[in-house]
């Protein structure tokens, strides 16, 4: 299972950046997929989560407005939209795949927001 996360980087406050996660090795469609983050010295916090089917989804407080979580399942990719990113956004971002009894972590991609 390998769970490849990308689209972070360095972009300033106001900005916006799309985060993808592609998901091999397992049957995407039947994963409850979730993006975490974990900025230094803190714990790992729930961003925004997206059902299996797609069809519900939830979000952190603190995103709430200002991001968009999506999926493919005919691509395996889930997707994170974050518009008006604010210095506290900065963070390791990570995709995690949930079944009943499975989870599965990706490597996280850093996120930087920044004047």
């Known amino acids: 299972v390998q769970l490849v996360e990308s689209g972070g980087g360095l972009v300033q406050p106001g900005g916006s950046l799309r985060l993808s996660c592609v998901v091999s090795?397992?049957?995407?469609?039947?994963?409850?997929m979730t993006w975490y983050r974990q900025a230094p010295g803190k714990e790992r916090e729930l961003v925004a989560g997206?059902?299996?089917?797609?069809?519900?989804?939830n979000y952190a407080d603190s995103v709430k407005g200002r991001s968009t979580i999506s999926r493919d399942n005919a691509k395996n990719t889930v997707y994170l939209q974050m518009n008006n990113l604010l210095p506290e956004d900065t963070a390791v971002y990570y995709c995690?795949?949930?079944?009943?009894?499975?989870?599965?972590w990706g490597q996280g991609t850093q996120v930087t927001v920044s004047s």
């Open positions: 090795g397992l049957t995407f469609s039947s994963y409850v």
């Open positions: 995690h795949a949930r079944e009943t009894n499975n989870g599965f």
């Open positions: 997206i059902s299996s089917a797609g069809d519900r989804t």
